[in-house]
Every structure is written in structure tokens, then in C-alpha cells.
């Protein structure tokens, strides 16, 4: 299983990225995908998560209303639209996929089984 994630830049605060996570080896929508971040010398903290039946989406509190997460199950991959970003959006995103993920652990890291390798995020002020 590999899980790619894409689409990490510079961008000035108030502007938007897509992130993209493109899993190979697994499919997406048989399994409950996450998004975290990890800021510098910060944990690694869920940003947002789908469930595998793609009806229930979490995201964590600071970032409700700015950003979206999505599947696109014919190309097997699931986006994070970011928008109206902060610099406290600035870390390393990674994805994350897992098929016994349940919507009380969606913020637990070990909870998940298969990760991808990161897309740096910064955001100036």
C-alpha cells in the first residue's frame, strides 16, 4: 500500500492549496482516510478525516468552514481543499488510511494504518 500526498506549496495567508492524496494498493473508499498536520516540534494532530462510507466528515475546529475534504473514488484519491489560510496552517500534511478507523478515533494517529509521506505547507503572514 502507498498512499501519495500532493499539492503542498508556499502561499501567503488568505490564499488556498489542494492537497491530494492518491492511494495505490488500497482502495479509499474502503477505508476511513485523514488528514494531519505536524507543525516544527509540534505533535502530529488530525486535520480532517472521511469515513469509509463517505458520509461522515470530521474536522477539527480550527479549521470548520475553510477547509473540505473529499473522495474521488474512480481515481482513488481524496482531496483536502484548503482555503482562507493562516500561518498557524504551516506544518508537514500527511494522509493517512485505515480500514477498522471508527468515528471515535479519527484524531488518534495509531489508529490509522498506512501512511504517506508528507507535502510541506507553509503559510506566510
Known amino acids: 500500500v502507498q498512499l501519495q500526498a500532493s499539492g503542498g506549496g508556499l502561499v501567503q495567508a488568505g490564499g488556498s492549496l489542494r492537497l491530494s492524496c492518491a492511494a495505490s494498493?488500497?482502495?479509499?473508499?474502503?477505508?476511513?482516510i485523514g488528514w494531519f498536520r505536524q507543525a516544527p516540534g509540534k505533535e502530529r494532530q488530525v486535520v480532517s478525516a472521511?469515513?469509509?462510507?463517505?458520509?461522515?466528515?470530521y474536522y477539527t475546529d480550527s479549521v470548520k468552514g475553510r477547509f473540505t475534504i473529499s473522495r474521488d473514488n474512480a481515481k482513488n484519491t481524496v482531496t483536502l481543499q484548503m482555503n482562507s489560510l493562516k500561518p498557524e496552517d504551516t506544518g508537514v500534511y500527511y494522509c493517512?488510511?485505515?480500514?477498522?478507523?471508527?468515528?471515535?478515533?479519527?484524531?488518534?494517529?495509531?489508529?490509522?494504518?498506512?501512511w504517506g509521506q508528507g507535502t510541506q505547507v507553509t503559510v506566510s503572514s
Open positions: 494498493g488500497l482502495t479509499v473508499s474502503r477505508a476511513a
Open positions: 472521511i469515513s469509509r462510507n463517505g458520509e461522515s466528515r
Open positions: 493517512a488510511a485505515g480500514s477498522r478507523v471508527i468515528l471515535s478515533q479519527y484524531t488518534e494517529p495509531q489508529a490509522y494504518t498506512y
